[in-house]
């Protein structure tokens, strides 16, 4: 065990001040379940503008979720709206971020090296105590921890969009995270109102490894011609009770994002007939088509 983190107090390690590193989709969702649940947050960007977008996000999405839990108490969610708005702090200043941190999340661009960069740097400014989560949906957590001196205390934290509304986090163990982290992860999603589930360092985890797949087949089928988006959509809500379809969905999540976790799968394992890249999807991401956040992807999408 490191220095002033004894097994009893590892043990009762309840995480209070937490850092959300990178305000996109995953990471501003992540920093406001973490607000509303009385977490003091600290919302990392790389500059002002960034940070403004991601608090935008957070307030429009605090509206929508007091909406449905103040119905009839309009007082109320205004001041859960406030309260929540006020335990998070926007800086572009990692050290300054890090300075009194329980938990670093990690929800920055898929890409190992921009990852090996940032977590050599937060290893060395982040006081000992301090964990280390990453939310990627598809890198290797060990080979990301790799870099750091603090495997002991470093995990998976996968979350899925839209992070205030889906209930699951995805706890993922590497062979050296201790028992101690994992405890404190499996807490604290249990504090932020998640329901956890435990998992191994592979790829995709439990639910990219199955869902990933299952969308790319979706969209060979559409590539094919065997059937319309529209209605392969509506075959998996209305046949398979799924709350989207599988080309809805790649919208939602976004293709540059899927893009790259095929990409890198493939790569890796090129003899996988499950992790081949679309091409229909190659072609979205160069038109810069990436969903519903630019506007569209498959379908086309209205303000
Ligand atoms: N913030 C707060 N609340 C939100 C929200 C957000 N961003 N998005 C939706 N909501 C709320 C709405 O306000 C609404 O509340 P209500 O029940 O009080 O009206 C409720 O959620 C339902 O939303 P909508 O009425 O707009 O629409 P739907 O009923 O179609 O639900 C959905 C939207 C929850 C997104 C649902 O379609 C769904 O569950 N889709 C599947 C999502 C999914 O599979 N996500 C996983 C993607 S994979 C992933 O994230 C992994 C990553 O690594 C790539």
Known sequence: ????????????????????????????????????????????????????????????????????????????????????????KGTTDIA????DSDLVVEAIVENMEIKHKFFKTLDEVAPAKTMFASNTSSLSIGEIASVTKRKDRFGGLH?????????????????????????????????????????????????????????????????????SPRDIDTAMKLGAGYPMGPIELSDYVGHDTSHSILQGWHKKFPDNPLFVPNESVDKLVKEKKLGLKTGEGFYKYTK
């Open 1 to 88: 065990l490191k220095r002033g983190l004894s097994t009893s107090s590892a043990m009762n390690a309840v995480i209070k001040n937490v850092t959300i590193v990178g305000g996109g989709l995953m990471g501003s969702g992540i920093a406001q379940v973490a607000a509303q649940t009385g977490h003091n947050v600290t919302l990392v960007e790389v500059n002002p503008d960034l940070i403004k977008k991601a608090e935008d996000n957070i307030v429009k999405s605090l509206a929508r979720v007091a909406k449905k839990q103040f119905k009839d108490d309009p007082e109320g969610g205004k001041k859960f709206i406030a309260e929540s708005q006020s335990r998070i």
């Open 96 to 99: 300054e971020a890090v300075k």
């Open 159 to 227: 979350f899925f969009n839209p992070v205030p509304v889906m209930k699951l986090l995805e706890v993922v163990r590497i062979p050296e995270t201790s028992e101690e982290t994992y405890q404190a992860f499996m807490a604290w999603g249990k504090a932020i109102g998640k329901t956890c589930v435990t998992c191994k360092d592979t790829p995709g985890f439990i639910v990219n490894r199955l869902l990933v797949p299952y969308v790319a087949e979706a969209i060979r089928m559409m590539e094919r011609g065997d059937a």
